[in-house]
């Protein structure tokens, strides 16, 4: 599977943004589609993960009850609504997707994600 991250860009502290992730092929719906980020000199970190049918979501506690993941499976689609903003969200955030699904412990693991998009740049000002 192919995915093609967008909706980043530069908005000011306490705005928002909405990601997309679009996904190509015809098993999209049976993919754990995950959201990590990574900022200049940090290891990448996980963000937000949702599972096939969208009822299982997970955040790092760092984006809790700011950030909402979601999809839509019928437009092969995974979003990332993320509110409240800081400049310590500042990253590169990319989309992941792992074949089947991925237990509450696995799903903060990049390793585990088979396949990754491109990224797309977030900047916060203060």
């Known amino acids: 599977v192919q995915l093609q991250a967008s909706g980043g860009g530069l908005v000011q502290a306490g705005g928002s943004l909405r990601l997309s992730c679009q996904a190509s092929?015809?098993?999209?719906?049976?993919?754990?589609m995950g959201w990590f980020r990574q900022a200049p000199g940090k290891e990448r970190e996980f963000v937000a993960a949702i599972g096939w049918g969208g009822e299982n979501t997970y955040y790092a506690d760092s984006v809790k009850g700011r950030a909402t993941i979601s999809r839509d499976n019928a437009k092969n689609t995974v979003y990332l609504q993320m509110n409240s903003l800081k400049p310590e969200d500042t990253a590169v955030y990319y989309c992941?997707?792992?074949?089947?699904?991925?237990?509450?412990?696995?799903?903060?693991?990049?390793?585990?994600?088979?396949?990754w998009g491109q990224g797309t740049q977030v900047t916060v000002s203060s």
């Open positions: 992941a997707a792992y074949r089947f699904s991925l237990g509450s412990n696995s799903v903060p693991d990049a390793s585990r994600y088979d396949y």
């Open positions: 092929g015809r098993t999209f719906g049976t993919y754990t």
